[in-house]
């Protein structure tokens, strides 16, 4: 039997829809409130403003996500199986929760934003996401399971941005593989 959510839960899900389907600045207060069934003051009491309750659903997002990716990988010592892992938990992810994608996508322009405190609060959030990565990588560098030539910073960018352009799982999967391919090569060392 399914555990009934609470109402601050039915808002951030109904948000994440929303916010899924039309973007942040498409969807109004009101139309989140009839999604999840309960009246907009309650939203407020929850959540401030519009910018508060896109960062908690932001944050909610990043959280299921990097939940999902690492849990695997985490007790993982090799740190290629560790990246393998990764990067296959990561697209069956984004195929399993779309909705975190479109986000993510129609979003990541508004990361540079510096006008809106709640923005520099989802920057942190998604920095925080790709420095894990990032370190992830970085030690498989250090302990020589990866091409010296590879820059951690830029591929954990490349694994949280490439996935992007397509929604088809064999397009994901060759993007998997071209990444894969890139941190395994050793040719110029």
Do not use: C
Not at 1 to 7: F, G, H, I, V
Not at 48 to 60: A, G, I, N, Q
Not at 145 to 171: Q, R, Y
């Amino acid at each position: 039997m399914r555990a009934r959510l609470s109402s601050k839960e039915r808002i951030v899900r109904a948000a994440r829809k929303a916010f899924a389907d039309r973007g942040r600045d498409g969807v109004s207060m009101s139309e989140i409130a009839g999604i999840a069934g309960v009246k907009k003051a309650l939203i407020y009491y929850y959540f401030p403003s519009k910018e508060d309750l896109f960062y908690e659903v932001w944050r909610y997002s990043i959280d299921e996500l990097e939940d999902h990716i690492f849990s695997e990988a985490d007790g993982e010592n090799v740190y290629l199986s560790k990246i393998k892992k990764i990067l296959r938990s990561y697209i069956d992810f984004i195929t399993s929760k779309n909705e975190v994608k479109k986000i993510m996508d129609q979003e990541r322009a508004n990361l540079t934003r510096e006008d809106i405190e709640s923005w520099k609060r989802v920057r942190d959030r998604y920095l925080s996401l790709k420095n894990r990565l990032s370190t992830v990588i970085n030690d498989a560098k250090t302990a020589r399971e990866i091409s010296n030539h590879v820059d951690p910073d830029s591929t954990a960018d490349l694994i949280l941005n490439g996935f992007s352009i397509t929604e088809d799982p064999e397009g994901l999967e060759s993007i998997r593989e071209i990444i894969w391919r890139g941190l395994v090569s050793n040719s110029g060392e």
